[in-house]
Structure formats: C-alpha cells, structure tokens
C-alpha cells in the first residue's frame, strides 16, 4: 500500500549533486529507488553549488537532503552544506550523504551533524528504508 | 529575514512578510492531507489577488520547463518578481514521483525574488489540483506579482487549467505525433495564447500555419489567441510571449472579461475544495463518525445509500462546524 | 581495392543438418536423461548483457556466416584483430594512467618513470581543469590539483614537459570539454621548442558525445561542442600526421550502468556523428579516419566481452566501408585501449580484485587490444598503492609471458560460440544504430534522452539483481567474510598546493600583456561565431598570449552558451 493510500503524507526527498564531480549512476538509482517506495523527488542535476542545494530545499521544503559524493571533496562541501542549512533556517532537516569516505571522516561528518552516511555498495531497499525511518523518527519528535 | 515559528498564526504572517521558509512551510501545510490550513489559508485569501497567474500546459515533449523558465527570465527582466508551481504526475502504482520540472530552471534558483515549488498530483485527478491552487493562493499572498503554474498535460487536466488561471498559455512542438491533432478536444479554445515551442525543428512552421488557420475557422469576437514561435532554449520569441501575455491581461481589465474569468477561478477553488473535504472525510473516517454508523445501517439494511448519502451531505452543509465527523 | 570472393558459407548445409539432427537426438537421449537425476542450477543463462546462450553451441549456429565475415587477421573486415601479427609482432602497449598535484610534481614523477624505461606517458587533470574553470576560481575551492594535476595558462604545460623530449615520448592526454585547449597548448609547447609537429605522437581523449551520455563532463551544448572536436580533428589532420586527436570511448558509458552492446553500439553511433562531421567540413575519410582511436572497457563476461570487442570491429570496418566509401585499410581498421572495470572492484576482500582484473585483461588480450590498462585491487577505495599497481602491471606481464596466448593471433576465432556471439553482438549493434537512425541521428538521439534512459534502465536492473542476490558478487553478497571492512583512504587536497598554484596563477594573470590577451580573445569569439571557422589556430595565439583556460571558455560561453542537461529516470 503507497504512503498515500494508507494515509500518510509522501516523504519528500532533494536528491543532489554537488561540486564538479559527474558520477550520477547511483544517485539515479537511488532516486528510482526513493520514487518506488512512494516517495517524491527532486533532483538537483549535477554540478551544483552548495549555496544551490540548500535554496532548492528551503523552497521544496524537503524531509530530506540526499547528497551523493565520489570526488573525495566530502570534508569541504558536507560541512559548508550544514552550515548554509543553519544560515537559512533549515538546520533541523535531515542531510544525508552517499559516497565512498574514510571512516574517520565518517565519524567527524556525523559529529558535525550529518544524519547518516551510506556506503557505495548499500543495495537501494537499505538506502530507502534508511530514508524512510530517519524521515518519520524525525517527524514523530517534532509532534511529540 | 525573520524566523517562522511552527505555530499556524506565525506562518501565515509569514508568508504576508515574504519569508522564504514560510511560504515553504505554508505551501507544504496546503499539500498535506488533514486540511487543517483554514485559518492561515483565511488570512492569506484575503491579502491576495493581486498576482496575475498564468497557466503553461501542453503535451510531454514541448519544451514546457524551459519555456516556463525562459519566460520567466523575461519577468524578472521586466521587474515583476515571480512564483513558480510545477507539477509533475504521482506514480498511480507506487504512489511516488519524480519531479523533474525544477532542474531545468536552474537559470532561475539563484534570483532571490524568484520561488519555485515542484508539487506530485498525489492521485488527484485533474492538472490543478485543489493544493496546487491553493499554492497559487500562497504565493499571491506572498507578494508575487506573476505566478507561471505549469502543468502535467495529460488527460482533461489541460482543460481545467482555464478555470484556475488568467491567462494560459498551450505549448506544442514540431514532431509530436500528429502535431496539431494531437491537441486535445477543448484545449484549441482554451488557450489565450498558442507557443509552438523547438519553432527551429523541422515542421515548425507548418504547426504555426495550421494552428493558426483552426483559430481562425473558430474565429469569435474578442480576444484572438495569437500563435508565437518560441525556441525556448535561446530565448527566441519569448519576449513576444511575454509582450502578448501582458496584451491579454490588459484586454481582460479593459473589456471587463476579467470579471467571468475571476468568477470562474472562484467557483472552480469552491468546487474543488468542498469535493477535498468530501473526499477527506469520505477516505478517512473517523471510527463513531456518521459516516461509518451510515455503513453499519446499510449493512443491516435499516437505511439505503441514497437516503444514508442525503443526511450525511445534509450534515455537513448545515451550518456544522469545520470539525471533523 | 577489396574485391568480393564468391560466398564461401562456414558451415555447409550436410554439416548444418546433421549437427542440428545430433543436437535434437542428444536432447532426447543423453541430456534428458541426466537432467532428470540433476537438474541444471539456474532457469535461464545469460551473459551480463541479458542475452540468453545455448547451453552448448554446433556448428549449426554459424549456419548464416560466410567465412569472410571472419577472415584473416589485418584484413577487412578485421574482425580477428588490426594487424596480420599482433603480438606476435608487438606486445600491447602496457599503459597504466597516473597523474597528481602541481604540474612541476607531475614532471617529476613523469622524469622518474621515462628513466624507467616508460615511452608514454599519461596525464590526469584535476577536476577544475577538467570541467573548465582555473584554479582562481571559486567553484575550484578544494579541487585545485587533488585528482590530477592543475593546468590554467601555457607556463603550466612547459612545467609540465620540461625536460622531456616530446618528439619521442607519446603523450596522452585524458581531457575532454577543455581538450582543444590543452591541445594549443600542448602544440604551442612544441612550437616553442622547435619540434616538427608532424612527428608528435600521443593522444586527447576528447570525445564529447560520451560525456553527455555518460561520463557528464561539458561546458557548452552538444552542436558548438561537436564543432570543437571536429576543429580538432581537422587540426591533427592536417598538421600532426602522427596524433590521435581523438579516442572515441565506450569505458565509461559501461561504467555509466551501459550493458556491453550499450557500449559497443553508442560508441559506434558516437563514431559515425564525430566522422560525418569532419567529412563535411570538406574533409576525405581517408584524410583523418586512420587516426581514430578507441577505449574500451574489459568487463567481466569473459566471452561476451571478446565477442565484443571482436563484433565491434567488424562494425566499424563496414560502417567505414560502406556507410562512409573509405577506401584505404588503415581508415577501416579499428584499434583499441582497454581498462579493466572499474564498477566490479569491491572494498570487501580486495585480493579478490587481483583476480578479476586479471580476467578481465585476458579477455581484453583474446580480444585483441591495442593497449592495457589494469586497475590496482584497492582502487574501489583508495588511491592505489604502488604494490597494487605493481601486482596490476605484473599481471599484463604474466599473461603476455607465461600464458602462451599470445602465440596464436586470434585464438578463439572459429569458435561456434564466439562467432555466435559475434554475431549476435553485431547485429544488436547495427539494430541500435538503425534506431539512432530514426530519431534523427546522435544529437538528436542524445537530446531526447534515449541512450541515457537504456542506461539508467539497465543501471537500475544490476543494482536490483545484485541487491537480491541474483547477480552474485562474490565476497559481497555470496561467500561474505563477517567484519571485514578495509579503511578507505581518498585523496586529501594540499592547501599549501591549491594555494601555490593560485599564487602562480596571479603572477602570470599580473605580467602578461594584457591587451594581448584581450585582443586574441576577442579575436577567438569571432572565429568561433562563424561555424566553418577552425578554432584551433585561434586558440594556440590565445594560450601564448598567456590567457587563461578559463579565460578562453568563458570568453566562449558567450558565443555557444552552457548546456542545461535534462536527467531521465
């Protein structure tokens, strides 16, 4: 049964990619995969600024921001996107990330702030599954 | 900028003061299902009215997007800020969507008097949908001046985009099929304007010329729908859109045509917002509700449908209040 | 000049009957009878391309070839490989890729490995210069000479090759919207040493058709970028006789989630878009096609792959041939570079990745490559290490010494099942080209999105079958070894590089002639607003007034405008 039939609203989820890195095969994935499960996405194209990424999901009002990295320029961009999140009044949306990173980074990234990073090799069900319970944990605390 | 609150009073202030999350906020709160917006919407419906909304539909393949975004680079160039709706079809099988209309505006994103919203139609049939209105309404109430809608193109929802905009605007393109026949019945009158978009593809000019001779065959008084070439990713002739766009607003003001077309997008947000709380109350009803005892009657045959579907519109239109059942 | 034989069928029809009279007969007896007592393990058999093989093949499968649809090796239409020896004559060229940081690093470590023996080098760009923007600029910001090396004005390309004696080191180049760019200066390098430009050897991978469908690098829309690869084209033609100013690639639309006959068949659609172009700029195909070159990948379906590489071959003879009225062998005779996949290393258990690159090479060698490259195994997650470069080269060693297969020039031909797919390959391909056809041509095709979708397509069903176990990976979803995770390591920018080289980039930006500069970019804007203008001689005046690479494509997004991509799903 689809979120909408069974009453719940659909997630909405920005899927983006920043920088100048051009690998968009999992991020593609990903998004057919995030569409599958009932949810509605938007899909920034390739490279964007972060300054971009962010104003698309002030507007779009999304539950999530999926970014996909595979440049290795995870420690500049991930960071300067959660600041711009707090600039502009989003901090407490959900920012996940997807790539191939250090665990140290790892470790430093989710300390900072970002919600959940996915390995390369996460099969889709997990990466939606992931989406869908952080979305609605979150969710639940706010009405809570 | 200010700060929202999550409380429902602050957000439509908000949206009033042109706060960017706000509106965000308040257009999410139009889409979600439980239609609890009364209040906010209240506010908001009554500081309106002054955005001009234009309707963009067509057949897939058009180039609508980018000629919504090239248009759109034509307001802002003549100084109007600008809202702009997208909507994209919600999947029938999963219930998801993706959006795509937002990627090809990206000339538009970095203009901070531009908003743009993608909206999925959530199963609701018809091209404007009762949140994608009501998202027009918000983003009026936010100061735009000019509100581009652009819709799915598919079905009758073409037609409906009339009855919710001043002006709408059909775009078709060289090789789409069988060109002019493939625009659907309604959707030759309905347009104020005609665009045949990829006007450089091969064919273009025959669409323009055909189109045009079948406007002509229908000829009334007033207003004529003009048919404009556009090469949208260039930027040709969408000045002339523009130019036109403003030609048909001025015309509905001078010869008091406004007037119906207002009553019509009045009495199309009445229709579709009295068939979404039916619809609401109908698909999710509360355990004790009238309508689940009316289920039980029937069930045991102490009252029939039509009898049972009489009292409960009786209920409801009686002066209740906007509670739930 | 090729005359044609009488048919010479393979298979004669006795031969044809009879197998195919056996194959029925053994169906019914033998193959029954043991499938009863042990049935087969899985419903249906497919290569990784989702084509359906027999279980076993007879020479009934080549009942429809004519023995000169395969033929002899260095003969049309060279389905057994470009040359009569291969490596009988010559080994593969053993060309592994390597590139980093500044360009005075990268010269240093080119210096170390030309003492070594090496006689090509391969250079890799950072990112910034990849997609056209100089080390200044702010969308550089972390970039700046992380992924490969920095290159923004022509004093980065002598620092790059001092020292080095470009008329006898090939070069090549993995570079594509701004290749035109590092071209010039790469020429006006040359020029600046007295070279003969004419006995330059070396490469640009310069194919902007791929990218739109795959590998996603571009600056400008796909019509005024086609003009720039074919003023490229036109360029080397005409003055480099020894530079293959192009190499037509399907590595990275596999990459990009393509199947092998994606790869094949939109490398070749690429092909025909990149020749029909040159040709009418007044060019003969015999003038520039023998400098075409090809990139491949060498995937993991041992034999699909071989077919493919064989299949494609014979493709584009008779693409040149027929299509196109070449008439000189060397215009029909398609070489290759193939690099190991890429997609198939996996973090879990790498050692597992020294044995499927060394697969994947042998498949590339049964099929007849050109040149090798052969990934190190940790390079799903790090920057490979020396030893695993070392065991990757070792690898091409191994098989081009010890195996013997390179004995036999084209050992598997002749074989049902080889040949089978061939032609089965072959015939997709020309399908697919027929398809392309109707949609009005590549560009077209490419603007309605149609490669894009069969790759997303097929993207999507891999990760769904890998994710369900149906398409094994061995130590990821089959044979998985409990925490075993092996730590990632990515390249970390250098602050102090990034901001070396912008200090670089000021000093030149403040000496140079600035009106100079200012009047060959004006001068470039005007060559470039007449279509039938070649850019290239323009560019070389601008990049030795010392503008910039940014500086040029800026100059020109006013002329071609930037490309807006439209995703599909």
């Known amino acids: 049964m689809s979120p909408v039939e069974a009453g719940q609203d659909p997630i909405r989820v920005l899927v983006a990619k920043v920088g100048l890195d051009g690998h968009d095969r999992g991020v593609k994935v990903v998004a057919r995969a995030l569409r599958d499960a009932g949810m509605e996405v938007i899909y920034t194209g390739l490279h964007r600024t972060p300054e971009q990424v962010i104003g698309s999901a002030v507007q779009e009002d999304v539950d999530a921001i999926g970014v996909s990295l595979l440049s290795g320029a995870h420690m500049t961009l991930l960071p300067r996107l959660l600041e711009l999140m707090r600039e502009q009044g989003i901090g407490d949306k959900l920012l996940i990330a997807g790539g191939v990173m250090p665990d140290e980074d790892v470790v430093e990234l989710k300390a900072m702030g970002v919600a959940e990073i996915l390995g390369q090799d996460t099969p889709p069900a997990t990466i939606v599954a992931t989406v869908e319970r952080l979305v609605r944990d979150r969710q639940a605390l706010r009405a809570g | ?325 | 000049m090729i005359e044609k034989d009488p048919d010479a069928p393979l298979v004669d029809e006795t031969l044809g009957t009879r197998a195919e009279a056996d194959l029925a007969r053994w169906e019914a007896e033998e193959l029954a009878g043991f499938l009863r007592r042990q049935p087969e393990e899985k419903e249906a058999y497919l290569t990784k391309a989702r084509r359906p093989v027999r279980r076993v093949y007879t020479p009934a499968d080549l009942a429809g070839t004519d023995w000169d649809d395969i033929g002899l090796p260095g003969r049309y239409p060279f389905t057994r490989g470009p040359y009569p020896t291969m490596y009988r004559g010559r080994t593969w060229t053993m060309r592994q890729i390597a590139g980093f940081g500044q360009p005075s690093e990268t010269n240093q470590r080119f210096r170390y490995l030309i003492d070594q023996g090496q006689t090509g080098l391969s250079v890799d760009f950072d990112m910034p210069t990849l997609m056209g923007f100089d080390s200044d600029d702010p969308r550089s910001l972390g970039e700046v000479g992380r992924e490969g090396v920095a290159i923004d004005v022509l004093d980065d390309m002598r620092e790059l090759f001092k020292g080095i004696d470009l008329e006898a080191i090939s070069v090549s180049m993995t570079i594509n919207p701004t290749a035109w760019i590092l071209m010039a200066m790469y020429i006006a390098v040359a020029e600046e040493r007295g070279y003969d430009l004419n006995r330059l050897s070396g490469t640009i991978q310069n194919d902007i058709l791929k990218e739109y469908i795959a590998q996603k690098e571009w600056i400008y829309p796909i019509r005024p970028s086609l003009r720039i690869v074919r003023d490229t084209i036109v360029y080397a033609a005409r003055n480099m006789a020894r530079y293959n100013p192009i190499n037509i690639s399907g590595y990275h639309i596999s990459e990009a989630g393509g199947s092998a006959i994606h790869e094949a068949a939109f490398t070749m659609a690429n092909t025909i878009t990149y020749v029909e172009e040159v040709v009418k700029a007044g060019l003969d195909v015999d003038d520039f096609a023998s400098r075409l070159s090809f990139f491949f990948v060498s995937q993991t379906d041992f034999f699909e792959e071989i077919a493919k590489f064989r299949a494609v071959r014979r493709t584009y003879a008779r693409i040149m041939k027929e299509r196109f009225g070449a008439k000189r062998p060397e215009s029909m005779r398609l070489r290759f570079h193939a690099q190991t996949a890429a997609a198939t290393l996996t973090r879990p258990q790498p050692m597992n990745n020294i044995v499927r690159t060394a697969f994947q090479a042998l498949a590339a060698v049964l099929g007849g490559a050109q040149s090798l490259h052969t990934n190190g195994l940790d390079e799903a997650y790090s920057i490979p290490t020396e030893f695993a470069m070392k065991v990757a080269l070792r690898t091409q060693q191994i098989i081009a010494n010890e195996t013997n297969v390179t004995n036999v020039v084209d050992p598997l031909g002749g074989s049902w099942y080889v040949e089978s797919l061939t032609n089965e390959i072959e015939a997709e391909i020309t399908r697919i080209l027929a398809h392309v056809d109707s949609l009005g041509g590549t560009v077209r095709a490419i603007e309605q999105g149609y490669f894009q979708l069969e790759e997303a397509d097929f993207a999507y069903g891999v990760a769904q079958r890998k994710a369900s176990g149906e398409d094994v990976v061995v130590g990821v979803n089959k044979h998985v070894e409990p925490e075993d995770d092996q730590p990632v390591e990515t390249h970390r920018i250098d602050p102090e590089s990034e901001r070396r080289q912008i200090e670089r980039l000021g000093r030149v930006k403040a000496e140079r002639d600035q009106q100079r500069v200012a009047r060959t970019l004006k001068e470039l804007e005007e060559v470039a607003r007449d279509p039938d203008e070649n850019l290239m001689p323009a560019t070389i005046t601008a990049v030795k007034a010392s503008a910039s690479m940014g500086e040029i494509v800026n100059a020109l997004r006013d002329v071609f405008g930037t490309y807006v991509e439209r995703p599909v799903f």
């Open chain 2, 1 to 325: 900028m200010t700060t929202t609150t999550g409380a429902a009073a602050g957000l439509a202030r908000g949206v009033l003061a042109g706060d960017v999350l706000a509106i965000a906020r308040m257009i999410s709160r139009v889409e979600r299902r439980g239609l609890d917006a009364a209040d906010d919407m209240a506010e908001l419906y009554r500081a309106g009215g002054r955005a001009r909304v234009i309707g963009v539909t067509g057949p897939a393949g058009a180039g609508k997007s980018t000629l919504v975004a090239a248009l759109g680079g034509e307001f802002r160039r003549r100084g109007r800020t600008l809202g702009i709706v997208a909507v994209d079809p919600t999947s029938p099988y999963s219930g998801g969507s993706v959006l795509g209309d937002r990627i090809r505006m990206q000339s538009l994103w970095d203009d901070p008097e531009v908003f743009i919203r993608s909206m999925a139609t959530r199963g609701a049939l018809g091209g404007i949908t009762r949140a994608t209105a009501d998202a027009v309404a918000v983003l009026d109430a936010a100061g735009k001046d000019v509100v581009l809608v652009e819709t799915v193109g598919v079905g009758q929802d073409e037609v409906e985009i009339a009855q919710a905009a001043h002006s709408v605007v059909v775009v078709s393109a060289p090789g789409l099929g069988d060109d002019v026949q493939a625009l659907k019945a309604g959707l030759l009158e309905t347009a104020d304007v005609h665009v045949v978009n990829k006007a450089d593809r091969e064919g273009a000019d025959r669409t323009v010329a055909e189109l045009r001779a079948m406007l002509g065959m229908s000829a009334g008084d007033g207003w004529r729908a003009p048919v404009l070439p556009t090469c949208a990713e260039s930027g040709q002739g969408v000045d002339e859109l523009a130019a036109a766009l403003d030609r048909h607003h001025d015309w509905l003001l001078s010869s008091g045509e406004i007037d119906e077309r207002l009553r019509l997008i009045a009495r199309h947000r009445l229709k579709t917002l009295l068939t979404a709380f039916v619809h609401e109350r109908v698909d999710r009803p509360m355990p004790g509700s009238a309508f689940e005892t009316a289920v039980e009657a029937l069930c045991r045959r102490t009252t029939d449908p039509w009898t049972a579907a009489h009292a409960l519109l009786e209920e409801e239109l009686s002066g209740r209040s906007k509670g739930r059942p």
